[in-house]
Each structure stands twice: as structure tokens, then as C-alpha cells.
């Protein structure tokens, strides 16, 4: 029996083949002697995978996270100098659900509240909460000592950096020359201010270049979007050019502005039209402080080829004026009171005027007008300047 039993060749049974495991799923596990040590290994480390959730990340993981979802809609805009043009901006883009962050030199914490923004004392601490634009509202003289005084280095890879100085190569050159190639620039000029502006910003010029510009394209447009919902002209053109233009017409009316304001003009009860839009040229200039027209001149190469054509045209002016005023002074002294020439005169002219004496000056050496002629003095009474001329 024995021998029987060991002369015949056992086979495996399966339990799932016994009536009392039959009804148990059956699991396809891999015969691990197929399995090589190579694949046992790898599915030992597929097999675990741990998420930690204060993992430490690579410095610029939630600027690559972020690329990831569709850009908001809304803004996180941190405004550095938060003046009367800082403040005039941050109400239009609370006005359209932005987040506004603001930092200066003086403490607005009050008025920044009552607005709807955050006020930082601390630069550091209004770059540590991760704006997605800076802009730059300070005076054009300030610009560079400010901009160095931020610290880039707790900002996002990915920020943009705005400014709003009314002149644009000298921004443009700053932003280029000291912030990291990663970061956008945006160069912007709103042609108007809190006086232009107050009532509505419809058909007022606001003029931008898109210095560097990466992959938040949705961003820069999201902000500009900004200006169009208000009614903005939108002009786009280079740094550059804008210069150009901008010495040639916000220079000069700044110059003029100021230049009447010397004159102190006063209101009449007689004023024209005209009058009253050079008074509303003094009151708009004279609003502006004067660092903003020296950074106007300062900053911006082609403002004193301006000032220079301005004193030649001045010249030329009063040349043409006087001019004219010398031509009268010699039919004066040259003709009758009907008009006519001088008989002497004809014949001085005839004779290619060799011994014609110069004409006199309408004023003396004093500034004292001078007398009428002999021939006139027992007639009338000395006459005026502005009886000449009328």
C-alpha cells in the first residue's frame, strides 16, 4: 500500500477546485518565481508613494503651480508711493474687485482702510504676500532710489512690474538695467490725473508698452482691461516714441502753464474765451508740483531741444514785433501829418540813400519817448506811443 502510494506521482490541487472553496473569487497573483529581482524592485517603489503636506517646495513652486490653472480674473496689485495719484488709482481698481496693497514713506493705514486697501509700513512685509503687480506711483526723481529699496527677492517669479511716470525711457532703462530677467515690465503713461480725471476717465489718453512680456500674456491684458472699462483712449507705442511726442506737448504746455503763472493773471469782467482757458492752463500746471515739471525736463532728453526752440521762437517774436514797430517809427519821422513823404526823403531815396542818418529810436536813452517834431510842437500836444500806433 505503501509503495503504491509512493510509486505514484502526486499533482497540486487548486482549493478552488474543492466544493467547499468554490464560491471564493479567485486572485490572479503573479508566480513570484517569474518575477525578476529587477521588477520585484520597481514594483516595490510604485507600490508607495507618500504626499507630505509641509513638504518643502523649490522657490518658485507656486509661481509654477499657478501656470497650471487659468489665470483670475482678479489682481492682487501692490501700489508703491500712495500719494494723490496713488490713491486716484487704487479707488478705480477696488472700484473693479481688484485687491490693492499699498506701501509709502508715510503712513496712509487710515485712509488705505476707509478706501479698501491693506497699508505695509514694511516693503517686506507687502512683498512677502505675493502680489502679481507692482506699481510704481512715485515721483520720476524718486523712481530708481525706491525701486532698489524693494526686495525682489520675496516677490514671485513671474511679477509684473507697472509704472505710471510720465516720461518712459528713463522707467523702461531702470526696470531692464536692476530687475531679474524673469520678471514682466509694463510700461504705462495715464495722460490725465486726479483733477483731469475726477468726474470720468472717457476719451482720456492712456498710452502703455509691453516692454517684456513672458507667458502672462491674460495677466497684463487683465489689467488693461482695467483702463478700457473706464473709457480710456488706449494708445500703444514704444518708450521712445513717447518721449518724442511728449516734449513736443506735455512739456511745452507745462512751460507755458508755468510761465503764466508768473504773470499772476487775474479774472476780469471783460475775459474772453481765450483768457479764461490760459487761466484754466495756470490752475492745471500750477496744481502739479514743480519735481514733477524738473523731472519732466530732467528726464526726458529731448525736453531742453524744447526749451531751446521755445526762447528762439520768443526771439523771432519780438523781432517781427519790433520790426514792424521800426517801420512805423520811420514813416513817422519821415513824413508829413497827411501821410505823404518829405520831399528830402524822396530825394535821399533817389540818390540811393548814401547820406539817409539812421532813423532815431522811438525812445530816448532814458526810455523817455521822443518829442515830436519842431514843425508839429505849436500845433498839437506831444502826442503818445499808442497814439502812433493807432
Not at 508613494?49 to 492682487?76: C, G, M, T, W
Not at 476707509?114 to 502679481?132: I, K, M, S
Not at 527677492?153 to 513671474?158: A, F, I, S
Not at 519821422?333 to 542818418?357: C, H, I, M, Q, T
Request: charged share 20%.
Amino acid at each position: 500500500m505503501m509503495n503504491s502510494f509512493n510509486s505514484t506521482k502526486s499533482t497540486p490541487t487548486s482549493l478552488h477546485s474543492l466544493p467547499l472553496f468554490s464560491n471564493i473569487p479567485q486572485l490572479n497573483l503573479p508566480n513570484h518565481k517569474s518575477i525578476k529581482p529587477q521588477q520585484k524592485q520597481k514594483q516595490k517603489h510604485n507600490s508607495l508613494k507618500i504626499n507630505a503636506i509641509d513638504k518643502s517646495q523649490h522657490f518658485d513652486h507656486e509661481a509654477q503651480i499657478s501656470k497650471r490653472y487659468v489665470q483670475p480674473s482678479k489682481l492682487k496689485i501692490a501700489i508703491i508711493g500712495f500719494g494723490n495719484f496713488g490713491q486716484f488709482l487704487a479707488k478705480a481698481f477696488i472700484r473693479h474687485g481688484h485687491t490693492v496693497l499699498a506701501h509709502s514713506r508715510t503712513d496712509y493705514s487710515t485712509l488705505a482702510t476707509t478706501l479698501g486697501a491693506t497699508f505695509f509700513l514694511d516693503p517686506h512685509d507687502l512683498c512677502e504676500n505675493h502680489p502679481d503687480i507692482i506699481l510704481l506711483s512715485t515721483s520720476i526723481t524718486s523712481t530708481k532710489q525706491v525701486l532698489l529699496s524693494l526686495p525682489l527677492q520675496r516677490l514671485k517669479r513671474n511679477t509684473l512690474f507697472v509704472d505710471v511716470l510720465s516720461v518712459k525711457e528713463f522707467p523702461k532703462n531702470l526696470f531692464i538695467n536692476f530687475l531679474p530677467p524673469h520678471f514682466d515690465i509694463l510700461c504705462t503713461h495715464p495722460m490725465f490725473g486726479p483733477q483731469s480725471g475726477k468726474e470720468s476717465w472717457r476719451d482720456l489718453g492712456f498710452v502703455f508698452d509691453k516692454v517684456r512680456i513672458h507667458n502672462e500674456a491674460s495677466r497684463v491684458e487683465c489689467f488693461l482691461d482695467i483702463f478700457k472699462k473706464e473709457g480710456c483712449r488706449m494708445v500703444e507705442m514704444s518708450c521712445a516714441e513717447h518721449d518724442r511726442y511728449a516734449a513736443g506737448s506735455q512739456f511745452v504746455t507745462h512751460t507755458m502753464g508755468r510761465v503764466l503763472e508768473k504773470l499772476d493773471l487775474q479774472m476780469t469782467p471783460i475775459n474772453t474765451r481765450g483768457y479764461e482757458s490760459l487761466i484754466d492752463l495756470v490752475s492745471n500746471t500750477g496744481s502739479d508740483s514743480f519735481e514733477l515739471y524738473y523731472g519732466l525736463f530732467m528726464y526726458n532728453e529731448r525736453a531742453m531741444e524744447e526749451m531751446q526752440r521755445l526762447g528762439e521762437a520768443f526771439e523771432e517774436l519780438k523781432m517781427e514785433l519790433f520790426g514792424h514797430l521800426h517801420e512805423l517809427n520811420r514813416k513817422w519821422v519821415f513824413s508829413d501829418r497827411s501821410g505823404r513823404e518829405k520831399p528830402y526823403y524822396s530825394r535821399l531815396k533817389r540818390s540811393g540813400g548814401a547820406a539817409l542818418p539812421a532813423a532815431p529810436s522811438l525812445f530816448g536813452g532814458n526810455g523817455d519817448a521822443l518829442p515830436a517834431p519842431a514843425s508839429s510842437q505849436a500845433q498839437a500836444p506831444k502826442e503818445s506811443v499808442g497814439s502812433w500806433v493807432n
